[in-house]
């Protein structure tokens, strides 16, 4: 069985994770490309296949995944990570603007309709390029696609006093951060009917609805350079720990979802 992983930097802990676990897994092959930060908004379909026109991205793609494109035929599933596809923007739609039915009515905001921060929420989820690949790959294959977000970040970003990270402290002391993780949850898998196989956090990784625990995010590492670690004040970056968790909950659906496409 072979699934391709698909990933901005945060597949990085994935990697590093396969690279211990695959002996476990001797019946299964997966295939990293990865490229850091935005580049992989450049993928676009070429002759059928996942390819960039981007001189730089080609170059990732080949470092990480030893080919220029992706092709389909190649697979049995797809699993994408990261990839912009991230709470953050609902978090600051959050700061400026308050539905009806939250809680919290500290700071200035804009009241609006649910319906209203809904449509809201859902046009700007539904731009992140990890869906445009989503996208890509549904127009291209009926084969499994899964999607995990990038992760929610430490629990030590609460105590950080930077108006940048305020909109945590703010879902978090003010009750709304389960209905906006719920929110959240509810846009992805309702994404093209239905057509993705969400992965949500490891429920051991959690510490809140919106945030995981501090210890899962202690020495991330860089994907590019994995001896070298973040600063202790990245907050959004897991590391090994958490993409060794990651990789066994999808491990563990990739087999019986592929038998549901085969019936």
């Known amino acids: 069985m072979r699934v391709c992983v698909i990933g901005n930097s945060h597949v990085g802990p994935w990697k590093l994770a396969w690279d211990d676990l695959r002996s476990s897994f001797p019946h299964l092959a997966l295939h990293f490309f990865a490229g850091p930060g935005s580049t992989l908004r450049e993928l676009e379909v070429i002759d059928g296949a996942l390819a960039t026109r981007d ?28 990839c912009g596809v991230v709470v953050l923007p609902l978090v600051r739609l959050y700061e400026g603007w308050r539905a009806e039915s939250h809680l919290c009515r500290e700071g200035n905001f804009t009241s609006v309709s ?116 973040h600063r202790t004040t990245e907050f959004f970056h897991m590391n090994v720990e958490f993409g060794a968790l990651c990789l066994r909950d999808l491990l563990s659906r990739v087999g019986g979802d592929l038998k549901k496409a085969a019936a």
Request: some cysteine.
């Open 114 to 229: 649910d319906a209203c921060f809904e449509a809201a929420a859902r046009g700007i989820v539904g731009r992140s390029f990890g869906l445009n690949i989503c996208r890509s790959l549904a127009e291209l294959t009926d084969k499994p696609i899964f999607l995990s977000a990038q992760p929610f970040p430490s629990d030590a970003i609460l105590h950080r006093r930077a108006a940048k990270h305020a909109g945590w402290r703010l879902l978090h002391d003010g009750g709304d951060d389960r209905e906006i993780a719920g929110l959240f949850d509810r846009l992805l898998k309702d994404f093209d009917g239905g057509r993705l196989l969400t992965l949500p956090p490891p429920p051991a990784t959690m510490s809140a609805p919106l945030l995981t625990h501090d210890r899962y995010s202690r020495d991330s590492r860089h994907l590019f350079q994995p001896d070298e670690a």
């Open 55 to 82: 001189a730089d991205l080609r170059k990732y793609l080949e470092l990480t995944g030893g080919a220029e494109s992706i092709r389909l035929d190649d697979y049995d599933a797809f699993c994408i990570v990261g």
